[in-house]
């Protein structure tokens, strides 16, 4: 079981930025591949970014069209967290951004592989 606590949303201005961030529970935080995701009002849920597991030397990170060189995903495994840096920020990232954990290695971009989820936060870009 794993429990997902994210923190960090807010109002911020266009090309402004905000941190968020995911606390886990897992003591095998390791060994789950995790991903952000988000949802806008009347939208289905979409990925935005993703960071393997720890099997590897380095990490792989994927990123979604819409936020490439804009966001960056990065993890610490000491302290259970992932992290998403959003810059650039536009009107149109506006919704509620959820932290997800998955098995699946060593990333999946899909929102049905992520067995767990976190509440959301809530980030809005005002024109």
């Known amino acids: 079981q794993v429990q997902l606590v994210e923190s960090g949303g807010g109002l911020v201005q266009t090309g402004g930025s905000l941190r968020l961030s995911c606390a886990a529970s897992?003591?095998?935080?390791?060994?789950?591949?995790m991903g952000w995701f988000r949802q806008a009002p009347g939208n289905e849920r979409r990925f935005v970014a993703a960071?393997?597991?720890?099997?590897?030397?380095?990490?792989?990170?994927y990123y979604a069209d819409s936020v490439k060189n804009r966001f960056t995903i990065s993890r610490d495994n000491a302290k259970n967290t992932v992290n998403l840096q959003m810059d650039s920020l536009k009107p149109e990232d506006t919704a509620v951004y959820y932290c997800?954990?998955?098995?699946?290695?060593?990333?999946?971009?899909?929102?049905?592989?992520?067995?767990?989820w976190g509440q959301g936060t809530q980030v809005t870009v005002s024109s």
């Open positions: 997800a954990a998955t098995v699946a290695k060593p990333y999946s971009t899909l929102a049905a592989s992520y067995a767990y």
């Open positions: 897992a003591r095998t935080f390791s060994r789950y591949s």
């Open positions: 960071i393997s597991w720890s099997g590897g030397s380095t990490y792989n990170t």
